[in-house]
């Protein structure tokens, strides 16, 4: 099992690096994602039941939400270290 290493032991480099992949995945994630929501929005259109439907969604962006949080955190430290 891999440690987590906290953000302040990393060097720049890596924060760097890390946030790019971070990045990149959640630009990956966000355009699947809404190919998927257009089609949900059409089958929600097209279906007898759009409540259940409509859920899925909503409950999809909320999986993005740790990543949205990590970014957050390797951005602030990288804030942090610029500033000192």
């Given at each position: 099992?891999?440690?987590v ?13 890390k ?7 959640l ?28 859920a ?11 990543a949205?949080?990590?970014?957050g955190?390797?951005n ?5 270290r610029?500033?000192?």
């Amino acid at each position: 099992m891999k440690k987590v290493i906290p953000l302040t032991e990393l060097s720049i480099e890596e924060l760097y690096k890390k946030k790019q992949m971070i990045k990149g995945a959640l630009i990956g994630l966000g355009l699947v994602m809404l190919a998927a929501f257009i089609v949900l929005i059409y089958l929600v259109i097209t279906a007898k039941t759009p409540k259940v439907l409509a859920a899925v969604p909503i409950s999809c962006m909320l999986a993005l939400l740790p990543a949205f949080i990590s970014l957050g955190q390797i951005n602030n430290e990288i804030k942090n270290r610029n500033s000192k």
